[in-house]
């Protein structure tokens, strides 16, 4: 069976819906969801690529697309999806790649992109492109909080103005919740963590652009 993940509305054209879904599979529906077409294949590098977790535009109009070891982005021009090279990653067939956000409204070529490396209790990346995807850093490893052995799923923007008045934020299992007002130069718990509670965050809701 394939199971529809997540959705993106194209606000530039009327009744236009993506949605992303297990077994590397794209859908396209051109009446708000009343009906879909099946659009693309998009196979990743590792024996259990089957999930396209998150689709989302980009204040520019990109449409991305982050899934279990891969990225995309979507060229119009071709009507295709195209890999996106995430080269600060080691070893992209042991990343599930689960969330990605615009941390910055006004500068679409910035893109956050929230990682997990399998089997690793302490692998959490959030990769961070300034140049829409052609280079990246792992911004996490060097100033991100400790999670000793927690792991981060989804990141979501509050705001929808310039840098300065917006606030990250990044959830996931156990409670674990952290925020940013200075575009990841620095981070706050929100939440006390609690492993007993197994409270699970796994989607932030971000204003559309």
């Known amino acids: 069976d394939i199971n529809v993940i997540d959705f993106a509305v194209d606000a530039s054209t009327s009744g236009k819906v993506w949605g992303s ?4 599979r794209v859908f396209l529906s051109t009446d708000y969801g009343a009906s879909w077409t099946y659009h693309s294949y998009l196979p990743g590098n590792g024996p259990d690529m089957a999930r396209l977790n998150r689709i989302k535009y980009a204040t520019d109009g990109t449409l991305w697309i982050a899934g279990d070891h891969r990225v995309f982005k979507y060229a119009a021009l071709t009507d295709t999806f195209d890999l996106v090279q995430v080269d600060a990653a080691s070893d992209l067939s042991a990343l599930h790649f689960y969330d990605f956000e615009f941390p910055d409204p006004g ?32 911004i996490w490893a060097t100033g991100g909080p400790k999670l000793y052995g927690l792991y981060l799923e989804t990141i979501g923007r509050q705001g929808n ?49």
Request: hydrophobic residues 40%; proline residues 2%; charged residues 20%.
């Open 107 to 138: 500068d679409a070529q910035k893109v956050w992109i929230l990682a997990h490396l399998s089997g690793s209790t302490s692998s959490m990346s959030l990769f961070e492109t300034s140049d829409g995807g052609a280079s990246w850093v792992d």
């Open 161 to 209: 103005c310039a840098s300065a008045d917006v606030r990250i934020w990044v959830a996931g299992y156990f409670n674990v919740m952290f925020s940013t007002d200075d575009q990841g130069a620095s981070w706050q718990r929100r939440i006390a963590w609690d492993a007993m509670k197994k409270t699970r965050w796994q989607r932030i809701v971000s204003p559309h652009p």
């Open 21 to 24: 879904a297990t077994h590397s």
